[in-house]
């Protein structure tokens, strides 16, 4: 067997939850290969609305076996405190979920590190969730960070000690202030506390190595699927650089994130919104700043899963979603959020950039500088959309788009509930 991706193919906040959840009855195991809780991915079924941040989106569903990764870092407060809490209300998670001893730990002064390095950036700063991505995967491959098998050591506490001393000096070094500064709602000291809690609880769930259990589950012909988090154009090698997260969101990922072969990734499900949206910083050359913009941002409640703020809007980008097909070699689309654009009488679709007097359809190095997005013009179907009887609008946006990337959209997504899918 191989295993099935499904990944972002924009600045994320695609829809991946979603669809993971609606995925997961065909699959025996649903696995993290990268990220933490920068991501928001949200569910919504039986009129409940829950977002993930570090568990992966299978965990509704009983006969379902979840792995947290080695590519993953884990907040243990966050994933125990704001996650696991949550979802014990509505299912066990305890039986279903494995978590790879080589997955490192975000510690609080990380969280910390995140905040100087963005307060010293100032204007230049990256937008990052200050969930303190960055400096954990800085450590990783620095060699000095530490990883959810340490928890199990007699010694993890000088381990702690002696990183966070690093940390702190760093930190000192930056000249940041961090007295008033609060991790999710509280001051330093109170965080260690609980983090440090919450890192004990953590023991007692299924820590091993995982790529056994994935490469095992495979030998028996189970059936996988890997939930990708953020998304292409947020990749540290391929994204908008610098503007982007730590790790590496694309199909290769998945490979280094899981200890799995090339050769055994299977079909691989390429997510895109209708349109585009970006939160944080960094360029996005279809960005509209006018009234369509804000109808979008209503429309499509585009405000952040994690952090809350408002998501930047624009049209959709084909050179972009282009270069995500080819560097992901997607096999499938998805297209989410349609119904957001049941708004609009017109739909603009970028289809080419001039950059330097000349026209492209390859993204330049500098995405900031003097791109301009050519666009063309399609007729919006304006209307609600009657998944009986797609608006020929709707299919001719379809068909303009599949033409464009030379794939098929096998689904599309009109609302947030899981049921709310039109397959084609
Ligand atoms: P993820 O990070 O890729 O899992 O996406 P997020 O959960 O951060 O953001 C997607 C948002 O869009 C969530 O609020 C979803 O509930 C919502 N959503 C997903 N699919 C649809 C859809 O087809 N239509 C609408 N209107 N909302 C959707
Ligand atoms: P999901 O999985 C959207 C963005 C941040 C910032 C940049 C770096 O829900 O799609 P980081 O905290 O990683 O150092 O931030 O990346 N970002 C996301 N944007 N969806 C996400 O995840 C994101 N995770 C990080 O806003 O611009
Ligand atoms: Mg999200």
């Avoid at 979603?18 to 569910?43: C, E, S, W």
């Avoid at 299912?91 to 590190?113: D, G, M, N, Q």
């Avoid at 609060?182 to 109170?190: T, V």
Wanted: proline share 4%; aromatic share 8%.
């Amino acid at each position: 067997m191989r295993v099935d991706v499904l990944l972002g193919l924009q600045w994320g906040d695609e829809g991946k939850g979603k669809i993971v959840d609606v995925l997961t009855p065909h699959y025996d195991m649903v696995v993290r290969f990268q990220g933490g809780p920068n991501a928001g991915h949200t569910l919504e079924f039986d009129g409940q609305r829950i977002v993930l941040h570090t568990i992966p989106s299978g965990i509704f569903r009983e006969n379902t076996i979840n792995v947290i990764g080695n590519g993953v870092i884990i907040d243990p407060f966050i994933m125990l405190n704001r996650e696991i809490k949550q979802i014990s209300a509505i299912t066990e998670v305890k039986p279903k979920l494995y978590i790879s001893e080589k997955a490192h730990l975000i510690l609080p002064t990380h969280r910390l590190l995140d905040a100087a390095n963005e307060t010293l950036l100032g204007i230049n700063k990256i937008g990052s969730t200050l969930k303190g991505i960055g400096p954990t995967y800085t450590d990783k491959i620095g060699r000095i960070g530490l990883r959810v098998g340490d928890l199990l050591l007699s010694n993890f506490q000088e381990k702690y000690d002696y990183l966070k001393n690093i940390h702190l000096r760093q930190i000192e070094s930056l000249k940041f202030d961090y007295s008033t500064v609060l991790i999710d709602g509280m001051p330093f000291a109170e965080y260690e506390q609980v983090w440090h809690e919450a890192s004990q609880t953590l023991k007692s769930y299924h820590i091993c190595a995982t790529e056994y259990l994935i490469n095992n589950a495979l030998t028996e012909g189970k059936k996988i699927l890997a939930e990708g988090a953020q998304g292409t154009l947020l990749d540290v090698e391929f994204g908008s650089y610098p503007y982007v997260t730590s790790s590496n969101t694309i199909t290769a990922g998945v490979c280094s994130g899981l200890g799995v072969a090339p050769n055994k990734i299977g079909t691989v499900y390429g997510l895109f919104k209708a349109y585009c949206t970006r939160v944080g910083e960094g360029p996005f050359p279809t960005e509209l700043f006018d009234d369509i913009g804000n109808r979008l941002r209503t429309q499509g409640n585009e405000f952040g899963s994690t952090t809350g703020r408002p998501r930047r809007c624009g049209w959709l980008d084909l050179p972009l979603l282009k270069y995500a097909c080819m560097l992901n070699g997607v096999t499938e689309l998805i297209m989410m959020k349609a119904d957001v654009l049941d708004c609009l009488e017109t739909l603009n679709v970028c289809t080419q950039y001039t950059c330097a007097g000349k026209t492209t359809t390859e993204i330049p190095y500098n995405l900031s500088n003097g791109v301009l997005p050519q666009y063309e013009q399609l007729k919006g179907w304006n209307k609600p959309i009657d998944v009986n009887n797609m608006p020929s609008e709707l299919m001719n946006y379809i068909s303009f788009i599949e033409a464009y990337l030379g794939l098929k959209i096998k689904l599309v997504s009109v609302g947030r509930d899981r049921k709310q899918n039109i397959i084609l």
